[in-house]
């Protein structure tokens, strides 16, 4: 029987990376971009919700027994603009950034392998009874 780790949401772990290279803000600062996991606010307007999803079984390692598994985030980014100025620093920063990338949670240091972005920016219209625009993308994290 192989244990199993328990680790820490992946939404969290790339909302903390994202934060870390300046592309967001942690909501506590009251800054620009503030990045929430699972749950968007209704303010402000411009925000970044990181959500879990589905990921990817690839299979287990013969020797070793451990299981390698793809985690699925979806990134949701709503603005003011209509340009996709944000979501495209944020698929530059999932392709060319984040990539062997130390993330701290509760004292332990886990480490983001890769992003592998499964989707480009996806433009879904507007947020409910407001004129704010909504992209997503969605990605596979590696720990």
Known sequence: MVATTILPSPADLVARALNDLKVGT????????????????DKPDDVITIIDTQGTLEGRLQISGVIVEKLGIQIRIRSVSSTPKKPQEIRDAL?????????????????????SRTSNIIPI?????????LFTINAQVTL
């Open 26 to 41: 942690d909501p506590s600062e009251n800054g620009k971009w503030p990045v929430y996991v699972t749950e968007e606010p």
């Open 95 to 115: 392709d060319q950034q984040i990539r062997n990338t130390a993330v701290i949670v509760s004292g332990t240091t886990y480490t983001i392998v890769s992003v």
């Open 125 to 133: 219209g507007s947020a409910p009874l407001s004129s704010l625009n």
